[in-house]
């Protein structure tokens, strides 16, 4: 799922204190499981913001509501009666939330909420990992299905590079070395002698460095 | 998350009593009324207050 | 504690305010207390014929687990000076 955090509290106070009529708006799918933009996570904060209204003296309406996905327009149809009356829409939404919102109702302005971070899981309660960077072309099934793109520093295919001490990674001693974990798979899977095969160069094309993507699937248009 | 808002945390406590302690709850009652009368009252109902001056 | 709380910018506001209006205000507490203990701890109190304070007021709730923090913070918002949970 998309990791997000909730921008600073004083930050979005700056964003939103000049407007009259704020609406909080969470997404209730990605951005609420790692408790950062679910539509829960909206009250607390339209709560919260509406004390600090009060504490500064400031005349601002704020109200909170939300949705189960803002990167879709089908799941507007509830809310576009509520989305009607704000002059600020703070969207608590990852940055695609924002963005189709804001080309959505391209005559209200739609602030983040959030910092979108990553593609990640949930290791633990309160601990989330980035694990894949989206990069267009999977190696998994060729690196013990941990990605080195994703959890090595230096995006290395042929890893692991000379900065990889007792299976840590030069650039911190927390980090595991991605390639120490892909041997130590690949060992576990006995397929080592694949590793000893050399990748090729990486076609990048499909990354983002080949510019925005788009994927068109016919068989699903209408 | 209060604290960001100016709210003391020491209003909000959590006790765990059962279904028998009767008078532990009067204490507890008690005791917290006491604490929040030490801490005064919300900044909220300051600011509530300074509004209503103000008009 | 309180003395440690009050050495901040926003406490020594509050305390004076609390100096100003002190005639006139009294804690309002709110309780969210479970149906099946705290609640029935409530209610013994009463038939005990306890006196406690009548700033306490409480919200019933099937279960403390339903509290969530969106449930504090708007007791604050509509002017609770004080919040415990007791289940």
Redesign the interface.
């Known amino acids: 799922m998309i990791v997000a955090e909730q921008k600073p509290f004083e930050e979005i106070w700056g964003m939103i204190k000049d407007y009259k009529k704020v609406l909080v708006f969470g997404c209730n799918t990605c951005v609420a499981v790692c408790h950062a933009g679910g539509n829960k996570e909206a009250e607390s904060l339209g709560s919260m913001l509406r004390m600090q209204a009060k504490q500064e003296g400031v005349e601002i309406e704020i109200k909170d509501s939300g949705i189960e996905r803002q990167c879709e327009h089908e799941f507007f149809d509830s809310a576009l009666k509520t989305l009607e009356w704000p002059d600020l829409v703070l969207s608590l939404g990852c940055g695609v939330g924002v963005q189709f919102m804001a080309a959505k109702f391209s005559d209200k302005p739609i602030f983040p909420g959030l910092n979108t971070t990553f593609m990640g899981a949930v290791e633990e309660a309160g601990i989330f990992t980035e694990k894949c960077q989206g990069c267009g072309k999977c190696v998994l099934a060729e690196t013990g299905g941990i990605c080195p793109i994703s959890r090595c520093a230096k995006r290395v295919m042929n890893g692991p590079c000379g900065g990889s001490t007792k299976g840590k990674c030069e650039i911190s001693k927390d980090l595991d070395c991605a390639w120490q974990l892909i041997i130590d798979r690949m060992e576990i899977l006995g397929t080592l002698d694949k590793y000893e095969e050399i990748t090729p160069i990486k076609d990048w094309s499909s990354e983002r460095s080949g510019g925005p993507r788009t994927i068109v699937r016919e068989d699903l248009q209408v | 998350?209060?604290s960001?808002?100016?709210?003391?945390p020491?209003?909000?406590?959590?006790?765990?009593?059962?279904?028998?302690?009767?008078?532990?709850?009067?204490?507890?009652?008690?005791e917290?009324?006491a604490?929040?009368?030490?801490?005064?009252?919300?900044?909220?109902?300051?600011?509530?207050?300074?509004?209503r001056s103000g008009k | 504690m309180a003395v440690q709380a009050k050495a901040t910018k926003e406490e020594i506001s509050s305390v004076e305010a609390a100096g100003e209006t002190s005639s006139e205000w009294e804690p309002r507490i709110l309780a969210f207390a479970c149906h099946y203990c705290a609640f029935a701890a409530a209610d013994l109190a009463g038939v005990m014929r306890l006196s406690y304070p009548t700033n306490v007021q409480i919200i019933r709730l099937p279960c403390t687990g339903k509290l969530d923090n969106y449930h504090i913070l708007r007791a604050f918002e509509r002017g609770m000076d004080g919040v415990f949970v007791a289940g």
């Not at chain 2, 109902?45 to 509004?51: L, M, P, S, T, V």
């Open positions: 998350m209060v960001k808002v100016n709210i003391e020491d209003r909000i406590e959590m006790f765990n009593l059962s279904a028998a302690m009767g008078s532990r709850w009067a204490e507890i009652c008690t917290f009324t604490k929040i009368k030490e801490l005064g009252p919300s900044p909220i109902w300051i600011a509530d207050q300074k509004k």
